[in-house]
C-alpha cells in the first residue's frame, strides 16, 4: 500500500523555525518527485516546494522562497521541509504529496494526512 | 506564475443533478490540468488528470475535459457522498491550485 507519513509540525513563535519530515513507503520513493501543500485553516490549497528525483529540480512558492528548503534523502525514503523565519501567515496543515507523472500530466495521487503548523505569539 | 481561477466559488446542487465546475488558467497549460476533491478534515483525493483520464477507482460519473486554459469537471449524477470542495491545479509550470469550488446540498 502507497503511503506517506508527515510528521514534526507543532506551534512556534513567529521568527521560529521548523523541520517537518514525511516518510514514504509502498512505492520506489527515488523513481518520483515529491511535493510539499498547505492549507491555511477555512482556506484552499497552496503549492509551497517541490523536489525531483535526484534533487536536481527544486522549486518553491513566492511566499516562501528564501526561508524554506526542502530535501530529500532517498536512502531513507523521506521528505523534508526546513522552515525558518516563520510567519502568522505560514499557520497551516501542509501535506507531504507524492507526484506521477504521465503523457500530458504530472499528478498528485497520494497524500499523507497533513501535520500542523501553527505560528502564534 | 500560472493563475488559476475556478467558478462558481460555490454552488447548491440536488442529488441526481448534473453538476459543471470550471477552470481557467492565465496561460496555456496544454493539458496539464488535474483535479481533486476535497472533504472536510481529509486530505485531497485525485479524481482526474491530465484534463480527462479518469484515476482509478473514481466512479464514472466524473469526467473532465478541455486544453490549452479552459476546464471543466463535469459531475453526470450527483450523488450524496460528492458534497465536497474541488480544486484544479495546473502541473505545467510551477505547481499552482484555483480556489476551490464548495458544493453543497440543495
Known amino acids: 500500500e502507497v503511503q506517506v507519513v508527515e510528521s514534526g509540525g507543532g506551534s512556534v513563535q513567529p521568527g521560529g523555525s521548523l523541520r517537518l519530515s514525511c516518510v514514504a513507503s509502498g512505492f520506489r520513493f527515488d523513481d518520483y518527485a515529491m511535493h510539499w501543500v498547505r492549507q491555511a485553516p477555512g482556506k484552499g490549497l497552496e503549492w509551497v516546494s517541490g523536489i525531483s528525483w535526484n534533487s536536481g529540480d527544486i522549486g518553491y512558492a513566492a511566499s516562501v522562497r528564501g526561508r524554506f528548503t526542502i530535501s530529500r534523502d532517498n536512502a531513507k525514503n523521506s521528505l523534508y521541509l526546513q522552515m525558518h523565519s516563520l510567519r502568522d501567515e505560514d499557520t497551516a496543515l501542509y501535506y507531504c504529496a507524492k507526484e506521477s507523472p504521465d503523457r500530458w500530466a504530472r499528478y498528485y495521487d497520494s497524500w499523507g494526512q497533513g501535520t500542523l503548523v501553527t505560528v502564534s505569539s | 506564475d500560472i493563475q488559476m481561477t475556478q467558478y462558481p466559488p460555490s454552488l447548491s446542487a440536488s442529488v441526481g443533478d448534473r453538476v459543471i465546475l470550471t477552470c481557467r488558467t492565465s496561460q496555456n497549460i496544454n493539458r496539464y490540468l488535474n483535479w481533486y476533491q476535497q472533504k472536510p478534515g481529509k486530505a485531497p483525493k485525485l479524481l482526474i488528470y491530465?484534463?480527462?483520464t479518469l484515476q482509478s477507482g473514481v466512479p464514472s460519473r466524473f469526467s473532465g475535459s478541455g486544453s490549452g486554459t479552459d476546464f471543466t469537471l463535469t459531475i453526470s449524477s450527483l450523488q450524496p457522498e460528492d458534497f465536497a470542495t474541488y480544486f484544479c491545479?495546473?502541473?505545467?509550470?510551477?505547481?499552482?491550485f484555483g480556489q476551490g469550488t464548495k458544493v453543497e446540498i440543495k
Open positions: 491530465g484534463a480527462s
Open positions: 491545479q495546473q502541473s505545467y509550470s510551477t505547481r499552482t
